[in-house]
């Protein structure tokens, strides 16, 4: 179903965009610094091969977890800061197409409510993931409750925009957007890696803002960006197992644009 709708979005925003630049009407670029905060995500995921437990709480020393065999648990995450560049061209409708790239850095916060076919491992002693026969003292969800490493995004974007009261000192906005970003991120609670995530993604967004006519060439704009990307899988290292996490993003921007025309 998500793919149905994102073939016939991306061909209309990339023709709105690039097609349409040899009518503009006016030629822009703008930076912005943006404050991000990263949406709490769920990953789910599946043993690659057959693993035995180490020794919980509850649940016994080699207790077998077959290839195939599904889990999820959930990921908090700290606010970031980013920012981003543009190039665009405004048609006299109101539309804008534009080029977008921007970079954004927030942290990884916590892990909790690990599930499996075999309950919630919160409870279970940390030794049931080392594999170890004796008991740590310390439960899984203790050892998940921290974690200070970073999801970091690189992202370019096709964009295109609508301006209300167009000619105005003050025009709100609305826009949408659909490219690529190079996702990585590491999930490091406490004192084990959990693993590491690499990859290139799908992404879209979502905009609205308002923008503020300073003088015919500068403009200041303030927005909101609801961005998404497809899952990103990351292999783990405790266990032979993978996970699909999800990644959104809700970000606040203020930023300046600089009209060529005007």
């Not at 912005?32 to 599946?46: H, M």
């Not at 990921?75 to 800061?81: E, I, K, R, V, W």
């Not at 940390?126 to 004796?134: D, E, P, R, V």
């Not at 974690?147 to 000192?169: C, I």
């Amino acid at each position: 179903m998500k793919l149905l709708f994102k073939i016939p979005f991306t061909a209309a925003v990339c023709a709105a965009t690039f097609v349409g630049l040899s009518s503009a009407h006016e030629w822009y670029v703008s930076g912005q610094a943006t404050w991000t905060q990263p949406a709490d995500s769920k990953a789910s995921g599946e043993f690659t091969s057959d693993w035995s437990s180490g020794q919980g709480t509850t649940i016994p020393y080699g207790t077998n977890f077959p290839a195939g065999s599904q889990f999820d648990f959930e990921t908090t995450h700290n606010d970031g800061l980013g920012g981003g560049v543009e190039v665009g061209a405004r048609f006299a409708n109101g539309l804008r197409g534009s080029l977008e790239v921007s970079y954004t850095k927030a942290g990884v916060d916590a892990h909790s409510n690990i599930q499996t076919a075999a309950g919630s491992l919160d409870g279970e002693d940390a030794s049931i993931l080392y594999g170890q026969a004796t008991p740590s003292g310390y439960t899984v969800g203790y050892g998940l409750r921290s974690d200070d490493r970073d999801l970091e995004s690189t992202s370019a974007f096709a964009n295109v925009y609508y301006d209300f009261n167009r000619g105005g000192r003050i025009e709100p906005y609305v826009g949408a957007g659909i490219g690529a970003s190079k996702v990585k991120v590491t999930y490091y609670p406490e004192a084990y890696l959990m693993g590491t995530a690499d990859e290139t993604k799908l992404a879209y967004q979502g905009k609205a803002g308002v923008t503020y006519r300073l003088t015919n060439k500068w403009e200041v704009f303030g927005e909101y960006t609801y961005r998404a990307t497809d899952d990103v899988k990351m292999d783990l290292y405790l266990v032979p197992a993978s996970v699909s996490i999800e990644n959104k993003q809700h970000m606040v921007g203020l930023g300046m644009r600089y009209r060529f025309g005007g």
